[in-house]
């Protein structure tokens, strides 16, 4: 498992695999942080309809570009399918929130698959304040 640091977001960019279609006041803060510290953000949620006054993109050919990393927000029973596409698509890194958000076997499957993981809150490294506290106590 990889320490999450700045260089996880080597590229400046992230993709955000199951961006939420409704008001998530986290990933509002989520975004700001990412936007604040310079790193593009790629929503992605294939099941985006509608305007929701952001580009989301719905399938990794609609995407200007992969980044090489992804964020992802998805229900843990919903990871699995979205390893080898990952892959195959060229991302290298793949950030889970938390433990209690990703199944072990889905971390194994990403490294088997030759994905670098970090598990961790994006805020315990772009934000300050509480985040930053949180970021020591976990260690990361």
């Not at 919903?78 to 890194?93: C, L």
Request: aromatic share 10%.
């Amino acid at each position: 498992m990889t320490k999450l640091t700045k260089d996880f977001f080597s590229d400046n960019e992230v993709l955000i695999l199951g961006y939420p279609l409704k008001d998530d006041p986290s990933m509002k803060m989520i975004m700001t942080a990412f936007r604040q510290n310079d790193i593009n953000v790629y929503p992605f949620n294939p099941k985006a309809s509608g305007d929701l006054g952001l580009k989301i993109y719905k399938s990794f050919s609609e995407l200007p570009k992969v980044p090489k990393c992804a964020y992802i927000y998805l229900e843990k029973n919903e990871i699995t399918p979205w390893i080898p596409k990952m892959k195959e698509n060229g991302v290298e890194r793949v950030l889970f929130h938390s433990k209690k958000d990703v199944e072990p076997a889905d971390v194994d499957e990403c490294k088997k698959a030759g994905l670098e993981t970090a598990i961790a809150c994006p805020m315990m490294l772009l934000s300050n304040g509480i985040h930053k506290f949180h970021k020591f106590l976990a260690g990361v």
